[in-house]
């Protein structure tokens, strides 16, 4: 089952809730993970621009609060954005952040439905873009979704996800590094940035956010029970999918940006 909402609101844009501080404080507390997220953001929109040109249809699939969505529309102001996600709690936060502009659409559904590609406004993308998401699907789910990721692709489109994507064989680099990233994060939480719990702990006391918060465990619970497949594990799974072109366009020490051109 899916919903269609345009970002002129919906049930979830409470009147007098200000939604950029939940979108500016969401970016802070995913940036706790990643300080190097704004990196791949431009690596991302430096590819769709290389590629689609300054006025690319974007599907910013699993949204969450439209944070690609945010930065692609400050960057190309003649793109438009079909966010999708099934978190109600993210999906109210970006539906009330882009009230007003109908260059951005967002949809209600579920990634391992079939058919949710039938709910969306266009039946092809000049780019579908993702980032630190499908990490909660298993390796059957995700091949399944990157060959209906291609079928919305144009050709000459191009799909890209930045997540975690583990080396393997390399024990005391992994070691060293999650020793040094997770010393780096609880500096900063001793400093007062909040972390995911504490996120979302203040996402329920608003009472704006409290019912699409309690809806959200209900469909997910505490923790995702997905995979981290390597980065050549995704190379192949999107070649498998029907991309012509297929490699990594970044990497840090624990996640890469994968891009596929059909």
């Known amino acids: 089952m899916a919903d269609v909402v345009r970002a002129q609101g919906g049930p979830e844009a409470a009147e ?7 979108q500016e404080s969401w970016d802070r507390q995913q940036e706790w993970f990643m300080p190097d997220r704004e990196d791949r953001f431009r690596v991302m929109l430096d590819m769709v621009e290389a ?19 945010d930065r692609l529309l400050k960057r190309f102001p003649g793109a438009t954005s079909t966010g999708v996600d099934l978190d109600p709690a993210l999906l109210a936060i970006a539906r009330g952040t882009f ?29 579908v873009l993702t980032a630190t998401a499908l990490h909660w699907l298993r390796r059957e789910p995700l091949a399944e979704l990157y060959g ?3 079928g919305l692709t144009r050709d000459g489109g191009v799909f890209l996800n930045a997540d975690h994507m583990p080396h393997s064989g390399t024990p005391r680099i992994d070691a060293a590094e999650r020793a040094h990233r997770h010393a780096r994060m609880d ?4 400093a007062g ?3 995911w719990d ?8 608003d009472p704006a956010l409290a019912e699409p918060t309690a809806e959200r465990f209900r469909i997910y619970g505490s923790h995702a029970e997905g995979e981290t497949p390597s980065l050549d594990w995704h190379v192949a799974a999107l070649r498998a999918a029907g991309f012509d072109e297929v490699r990594a366009v970044w990497a840090s020490p624990t996640d890469s940006v994968v891009l596929a051109l059909k």
């Open 16 to 22: 007098g809730t200000d939604w950029w501080a939940w």
């Open 193 to 195: 940035v909040l972390g």
């Open 198 to 205: 504490e996120w979302w702990q203040a996402a329920a006391a």
């Open 99 to 127: 009230a007003g502009d109908d260059r951005a659409t967002f949809v209600t559904a579920d990634l391992t439905d079939p058919g949710w590609t039938a709910a969306l406004p266009y039946a092809t993308y000049d780019a």
């Open 148 to 150: 209906r990721i291609a």
């Open 51 to 69: 590629l689609t040109g300054p006025e690319p249809r974007v599907l910013d699939l699993a949204c969450g609060t439209g944070s690609i969505t």
């Open 187 to 190: 500096r900063e939480r001793a």
